[in-house]
């Protein structure tokens, strides 16, 4: 157990919808990175939030929207649905903006399956 | 551009023999380098990790990596596998980004499957 937590852990849905996916951070992390699981695309990073702040954005779509709150924890909106979104979303945190990139480790929650009918 | 190669999708072994999966890397500056595994319905759990030092470096449930920078490879390996094992792994490299933010990118993946 890693200590990210994220929920809900499946999702189905429609096409042109809205979802909201959920993620808290280990204790004491205060940075949270989303990544997109797909078959086609692979392991992808979305976005990261270091307390409270967007700092860094990958190939997130401008349909997806991220924040992250007083409290640390993050949430990852989705609208507009469409079949290829279908996806694992993966969050990890790390305690620095710099999760990765130095000493500090980006531990990784167990992702919610997302699925599009 | 950073990336992040593992030539093989998929590979089996015999239980208790040995493993080896590749991984080669393409990153101008210092290195940040792991390795993950994914069980099946699981998320990632990290199994080792490179910063700098001792390019041998030991992980979790027996696997090591070896990092060498002439062959901009990391590749993961482990004596004798056992059943359990079975899962996808993953070797990703940390970029530094601005603002000193990191993001990992992600090979592709090795399927691994354990024969009795």
């Known amino acids: 157990d890693s200590g990210v937590t994220q929920t809900p852990k499946h999702l189905i849905t429609a096409t042109g919808q809205r979802v909201t996916l959920r993620c808290s951070p280990r204790s004491g992390d205060l940075s949270v990175y989303w990544y997109q699981q797909s078959l086609d695309q692979g392991l992808q990073f979305l976005i990261q939030y270091y307390n409270g702040e967007e700092r860094a954005k990958g190939n997130i779509l401008e349909r997806f929207s991220a924040q992250q709150f007083p409290d640390l924890h993050s949430e990852l909106n989705l609208s507009s649905l469409e079949l290829g979104d279908s996806a694992l979303y993966f969050c990890?945190?790390?305690?620095?903006?710099?999760?990765?990139?130095?000493?500090?480790?980006?531990?990784f929650g167990p992702g919610t399956r997302l699925t599009v009918l | 551009a950073q990336s992040v190669t593992q030539p093989d999708i998929h590979i089996t072994v015999s239980e208790g023999a040995s493993l080896e999966l590749r991984c080669n890397y393409s990153?101008?500056?210092?290195?940040?380098l792991f390795w993950y595994v994914q069980s099946p319905g699981q998320g990632l759990q990290l199994l080792l990790k490179?910063?700098?030092?001792?390019?041998l470096v030991q992980g979790i449930k027996g696997f090591e990596a070896e990092f060498k920078r002439s062959q901009s490879s990391f590749n993961l390996r482990k004596p004798s596998v056992h059943w359990s094992d079975a899962a996808e792994y993953f070797c990703a490299v940390g970029v530094l980004g601005s603002s000193n933010t990191g993001k990992l990118i992600f090979g592709q993946g090795t399927t691994l499957q354990v024969k009795p």
């Open positions: 990890a945190s790390s305690a620095f903006p710099s999760g990765g990139s130095s000493t500090d480790t980006q531990y």
């Open positions: 990153y101008g500056a210092t290195p940040y």
């Open positions: 490179y910063f700098s030092g001792d390019t």
